[in-house]
């Protein structure tokens, strides 16, 4: 890692590539970097997001992602999992190495690769979300902003692969415990869907009740827990093999 401060700054500029692009910090909207090799995508993306979120620059490579991240400090990063650059760790690299010099920034894995390995690399480096990139821009700016106020979003298909990587096995029932027994079993439907990364209205639209409701319950449920995050709720599920 290039040297933060003083003479470490020519230093750094010259170990690792410069950003692609990058901009004065916008006073307003939700801040993100994209991090992706390919020019086309990150320009494209960049014109499909939504407008309250302010994109102040671009990275193509894994050092200058890492220096991008402690440079401009975003609130979240979308970030491709396989990048040149570093030592060949990619996406989990930028995470390992950036993340304890940008201590209020949060990262969501953007990737065209739905491979279990892609997706638990990430994770366990400290990502908190995987979506594809068949997502549209308005769904990559909703899991942005989801990530940004602490949720843990990951594309429907790819919660598995996250599930069995901490240990939850499909079928495998928990035990009953007394932190189990607070919630009511319509509260304990919610949770498990949004511990797998549902939103308000896919959860609703499951159970076949209002999107206010489920804000209901997931408050409730949170409350019970003694919770603060859906990001935390996904957790707690994971250690116990709820889902």
Known sequence: MPEANGQGDSARAAAAPAPATAQPEASAGLRVLIVDDHSIFRSGLRAELDADLTVLGEAATVDAAIISVIDLQPRVVLLDVHLPGGRGGGGAEVIREAASRAPHTLFLALSVSDAADDVV???????????????????????????????????????????????????????????????????????????RGYSYKEVASTLFIAAKTVETHVSAVLRKLQLSSRHELTAWALERKLL
């Open 121 to 195: 690399s990430v994770i366990r480096a400290g990502a908190r979300g995987y979506i594809t990139k068949s997502a549209s821009g308005a769904e990559v700016s909703d899991a942005a902003r989801r990530v940004a106020d602490g949720d843990a979003v990951f594309s429907p298909r790819l919660a598995g692969f996250v599930l069995d990587a901490f240990g939850a096995v499909a079928g495998e029932t928990a035990e009953t415990t007394e932190e189990l027994d607070r919630l009511s079993a319509r509260e304990t439907e919610v949770m498990r869907l949004i511990a």
